[in-house]
């Protein structure tokens, strides 16, 4: 069947490294894959999108990655910020018309100062 | 807009009983998830409508559980009867459909079952 995982349910980083968090599918080929924030009380919030045939996408201190061969998406916040601390998913449609969006279980990232 | 408006935030109920959740989604968003949290499960997808029709509900865990959609500003998710089980956050979220779009969410509802 198909799967969306983040593998790490946790990352713990020193404030002003790069966090980088991974997100793997299985059975399927999404066009699309996109990552939200959610923190603690609140829906996630949509951060990036990225598509199949994008390499790569930046927004500020935000890179998102797409390797269709791996099939992976790297999510990195560079010179990172307590203020970054939060749990991250990613999310896509099945591939098909369907427009469902699956979630993975999210990586909780902790920013130490 | 608002936003995607959920209630109640918190509902406290007995096991046994009925429940139903709420849901307004954006204006003009013609797509509408159901979505569960838990700390096992993380996000899992209950259902999915499009212009007001359910598309898959292939995630509603079973009978007890039921959606509806009666117009494009309102969504109801109702549980009965209720178990301790079904205790959990559920969020209600929106998007234009196609499959580039982001969905916006609601602030959800914490479900606690006694």
């Known amino acids: 069947s198909q799967k969306i995982e983040q593998n790490s349910e946790a990352l713990n980083i020193q404030e002003g490294k790069t966090a980088t968090l991974t997100c793997n599918y299985t059975n399927y080929s999404p066009a699309y894959l996109q990552w939200y924030r959610q923190d603690p009380g609140r829906g996630p919030v949509f951060l990036l999108l990225?598509?199949?045939?994008?390499k790569e996408k930046r927004k500020e201190r935000l890179k998102v990655t797409f390797d269709t061969t791996l099939k992976q998406s790297l999510f990195h916040i560079t010179a990172s910020q307590p203020a970054d601390s939060a749990t991250y998913l990613c999310a896509s449609d099945y591939g098909g018309s369907q427009g469902n969006l699956i979630f993975g279980k999210g990586t909780k990232l902790s920013v130490k100062p | 807009d608002a936003g995607v408006i959920q209630s109640p935030r918190h509902e406290v109920t007995e096991m046994g009983q009925e429940v139903t959740l709420r849901c307004k989604p954006i204006s003009g968003h013609n797509s509408l998830f159901w979505y569960r949290q838990t700390m096992m499960r993380g996000l899992e997808l209950l259902i999915y409508f499009n212009n007001n029709v359910p598309i898959d509900d292939s995630g509603m865990p079973e009978d007890r559980f039921s959606a509806k959609m009666p117009n494009a500003s309102f969504s109801t998710l109702k549980i009965q009867p209720s178990e301790p089980r079904d205790s959990a956050v559920y969020f209600c979220a929106s998007r234009l459909t196609g499959k580039n779009t982001e969905a916006f969410f609601g602030q959800g509802t914490r479900l606690t079952v006694v």
């Open positions: 990225i598509r199949e045939n994008e």
